[in-house]
């Protein structure tokens, strides 16, 4: 069972159209949540990720603590088939930093916009989650 390398790990990762972000409270306890997310072409090794506009019962969110708490994250995508010869999945593991500052969410916003028409039509209104990642690691059945 082939682990992937580096660049076919990237380039699965930035492929994918979910991933899951995996943070830690500030008890030691995992945390993890479904995002929408984009790998800029000017920085590969770079994970945005915005707080859009769902409705939330507030923007106190569980995941922008636990990232100032313990700023080390994971995000992890994958593809799943019934035949199972077809499966893998990628992991970036990285630092995170939530951002107000306007160029990181210009960026965020113009990169999530050009994956998602969700965002072109609604721009993401809450912080910009910033991950530089540090261990691309991935497998693939095939």
Do not use: C
């Not at 994918?16 to 590969?44: W, Y």
């Amino acid at each position: 069972m082939p682990t992937l390398d580096e660049g076919d790990a990237r380039r699965r990762f930035a492929a994918a159209r979910v991933a899951r972000l995996g943070t830690v409270t500030a008890d030691g306890h995992p945390h993890l949540v479904p995002v929408v997310f984009a790998v800029p072409e000017d920085g590969p090794d770079t994970v945005l990720i915005a707080v859009d506009g769902k409705p939330k019962r507030h923007r106190d969110l569980k995941r922008l603590r636990n990232i100032a708490d313990r700023p080390g994250v994971a995000v992890l995508v994958d593809h799943y088939d019934d035949d199972w010869s077809a499966l893998w999945w990628v992991r970036a593991d990285g630092t995170a930093r939530v951002s107000d500052d306007a160029t990181d969410l210009d960026r965020a916003r113009a990169a999530l916009a050009a994956r998602y028409p969700q965002h072109r039509d609604d721009p993401p209104g809450g912080p910009a989650i910033v991950v530089t990642v540090t261990r691309w690691s991935g497998w693939a059945a095939r």
